[in-house]
């Protein structure tokens, strides 16, 4: 709820529906998926979440405010499993099909972490992020993990054990999708997303249904064009 650009973005609602619940409906359609548990923190104001949670009958774990990474390893705590599967609250179009398919390539390729969101190497939309990894990793990177980015964004240990543990980076096959913004971190992110359900319906759809719809409608991506995505080391 402090997010510092759009404070209270995932209890916004969109579509008739907050961020969050939108969020958990996809998290629940991947068939790969077995429980989702909601990760929030112990700051007083984030009691609106835990208010919605328990009103949606979603799993919630409270942890740290700005040590996210221990914050999920306490989720894990609460919720043991050997491998899992990092989603953000901001990100209400995601698409089922994408979670599986970053699992499946998580199972198929033996690596500790897979994900089709690492920096640089970016295929699909901001907004489809989909993280996998290893209840042992996991367990590694809140042990060792020392930077403060590392602790705030969760992963980023991870990924910088590249050249020593093996990782995976899943890439769309569509060229030029990472331009896309479908992420809510501004007014503006929410605008476009508002526009996007409000043409589509609230309903879950594939992603390339979005994409042709903004491709159909280029004007709407001027919404947030501006709108930076911040660096994981900010």
């Given at each position: 709820m402090s997010s510092t650009r759009l404070p209270g973005k995932v209890l916004k609602e969109i579509g008739g529906k907050t961020m969050l619940e939108m969020v958990v409906e996809r998290a629940r359609a991947a068939h790969l998926i077995t429980d989702v548990v909601v990760a929030t923190s112990i700051d007083e104001t984030d009691d609106a979440i835990v208010t919605k949670c328990h009103e949606l009958r979603i799993p919630v774990v409270r942890g740290a405010l700005d040590d996210v990474l221990s914050r999920y390893y306490t989720a894990a705590q609460a919720y043991p499993a050997p491998t899992y599967v990092r989603l953000t609250a901001d990100c209400p179009l995601l698409d089922p099909a994408v979670i599986d398919k970053v699992i499946n390539a998580f199972q198929d390729n033996d690596v500790d972490y897979a994900a089709n969101r690492m920096p640089d190497k970016r295929t699909y939309p901001i907004g489809l992020d989909v993280e996998v990894f290893s209840a042992s990793f996991l367990m590694e990177a809140n042990q060792k993990g020392q930077h403060g980015y590392q602790r705030e964004h969760v992963t980023p240990y991870m990924y910088d054990c590249s050249s020593t543990r093996p990782i995976l980076h899943v890439e769309s096959g569509i060229p030029n999708m990472h331009y896309e913004r479908?992420?809510?971190?501004?007014?503006?992110?929410?605008?476009?997303?508002?526009?996007?359900?409000?043409?589509?319906?609230?309903?879950?759809?594939?992603?390339?249904?979005?994409?042709?719809?903004?491709?159909?409608?280029?004007?709407?991506k001027t919404i947030n064009s501006n709108i930076r995505q911040k660096s994981f080391r900010e």
């Amino acid at each position: 709820m402090s997010s510092t650009r759009l404070p209270g973005k995932v209890l916004k609602e969109i579509g008739g529906k907050t961020m969050l619940e939108m969020v958990v409906e996809r998290a629940r359609a991947a068939h790969l998926i077995t429980d989702v548990v909601v990760a929030t923190s112990i700051d007083e104001t984030d009691d609106a979440i835990v208010t919605k949670c328990h009103e949606l009958r979603i799993p919630v774990v409270r942890g740290a405010l700005d040590d996210v990474l221990s914050r999920y390893y306490t989720a894990a705590q609460a919720y043991p499993a050997p491998t899992y599967v990092r989603l953000t609250a901001d990100c209400p179009l995601l698409d089922p099909a994408v979670i599986d398919k970053v699992i499946n390539a998580f199972q198929d390729n033996d690596v500790d972490y897979a994900a089709n969101r690492m920096p640089d190497k970016r295929t699909y939309p901001i907004g489809l992020d989909v993280e996998v990894f290893s209840a042992s990793f996991l367990m590694e990177a809140n042990q060792k993990g020392q930077h403060g980015y590392q602790r705030e964004h969760v992963t980023p240990y991870m990924y910088d054990c590249s050249s020593t543990r093996p990782i995976l980076h899943v890439e769309s096959g569509i060229p030029n999708m990472h331009y896309e913004r479908w992420t809510v971190d501004t007014k503006e992110d929410l605008a476009l997303i508002k526009s996007i359900i409000d043409t589509l319906g609230p309903e879950i759809r594939p992603f390339e249904d979005v994409l042709a719809f903004l491709s159909a409608h280029p004007e709407l991506k001027t919404i947030n064009s501006n709108i930076r995505q911040k660096s994981f080391r900010e």
